[in-house]
């Protein structure tokens, strides 16, 4: 599975949206981008994946570049409740049981 | 909304005993898996598990660890003679097919204390 790079850290005011940028140079063709959260040290919980359109769900929405090779979840309206570790993945299709490779993550604190 | 489940919440153990650690994923899933994560440091895959036998393993799981599906409902995770550096989150998680594209939702937690 590709590799990701995402910041460390990043702020962000409540209410405000969360951009949160994540660099996935090496993808390949059927290669999907996951992002999942974790709060605290809570389970991570699933956000959003997609494969090269983009994607809205009711937690988020994830927009990935043309050439696939970066990506952005954002966060409409951020909460104190979304201060949490969020975690960029890229997942090939390949046989059963898949796992999941976790990075560093960027770690967002939601200001009031 | 159905969720995967964990128990214990917190097991504290002496270094040296064996512990089982459960969970109970979502009922309409058959592909299972175990991570862990030492305190302020990533998620670590363990192990996954489909049609009672292993998919495949890290390096961690080794042979003082294993799994088993005992019932149709609990999906557990045995250490065998624990280690101070066992001390860690266990999460398992669950998904339907188990192919890249799914989805693996994660239960809470163990947090086991070796001293």
């Known amino acids: 599975d590709a590799k990701t790079t995402q910041p460390p850290s990043m702020d962000c005011a409540e209410g405000r949206a969360a951009n949160l940028p994540c660099n996935h140079s090496?993808?390949?063709?059927?290669?999907?981008v996951y992002w999942y959260r974790q709060i605290h040290s809570q389970g991570p919980q699933y956000i959003i994946h997609g494969l090269k359109n983009n994607e809205t769900n009711e937690m988020a929405s994830l927009i990935i570049t043309e050439d696939r090779k970066s990506s952005t979840l954002i966060l409409p309206h951020a909460t104190l409740r979304d201060t949490a570790v969020y975690y960029c993945?890229?997942?090939?299709?390949?046989?059963?049981?898949?796992?999941?490779?976790f990075g560093g993550g960027t770690r967002v604190l939601v200001k009031p | 909304e159905p969720e995967v489940t964990q128990t214990p919440s917190h097991q504290v153990t002496q270094m040296g005993q064996e512990v089982i650690l459960r969970c109970v994923p979502i009922s309409n899933h058959l592909y299972f898996y175990w991570y862990r994560q030492i305190l302020g440091q990533k998620v670590e895959f363990l192990v996954s598990?489909?049609?009672?036998?292993?998919?495949?393993k890290s390096e961690i799981f080794d042979d003082q660890f294993s799994v088993e599906r005992p019932d149709g409902s609990n999906f557990t995770l045995k250490i065998r003679s624990t280690k101070l550096e066992d001390s860690a989150m266990y999460f398992c998680?669950?998904?339907?097919?188990?192919?890249?594209?799914?989805?693996?939702?994660f239960g809470p937690g163990t947090r086991l204390t070796v001293l």
């Open positions: 998680a669950s998904s339907k097919q188990g192919a890249g594209t799914d989805t693996q939702y």
């Open positions: 598990f489909y049609n009672n036998e292993i998919s495949e």
């Open positions: 090496t993808i390949s063709g059927n290669e999907y």
């Open positions: 993945i890229v997942r090939g299709l390949k046989a059963a049981g898949n796992k999941l490779t």
